[in-house]
């Protein structure tokens, strides 16, 4: 039996969303980024677009998501973990602001 592999589609953009709370923030972050040369890392944080942390609705994201797993199989879930979990990771990434850690 031949392995089918499915090709998940891309993300949807989150509508913008700015956290008026996060003005603060912000201006830190550029100050700072203004400081770094070559030198500096950076990491980044979404505070632009997606729910704001403080209320995120798990029911509409839940909704979003599953149509990409539609179809799947477990064990064709079973054998691209690191695929699905990466996939979670970036919608999560884009749709919740400031989500500093995913549990799988």
Known sequence: MATRLVRFSTIPKAPRSRDPRMARTRTI??????????????????????YRASA???????EMMEPHFRGLSMAEIEKRPRTIERWVFD?????VQRAKAVKA
């Open 56 to 62: 995120p609705d798990l029911g509409k994201l839940q």
């Open 29 to 50: 972050i550029t100050r700072a980024m203004k400081k770094f040369d070559d030198g500096g890392e950076v990491a980044v944080i979404n505070m632009t677009h997606g």
């Open 91 to 95: 919608f999560l990434g884009e749709w």
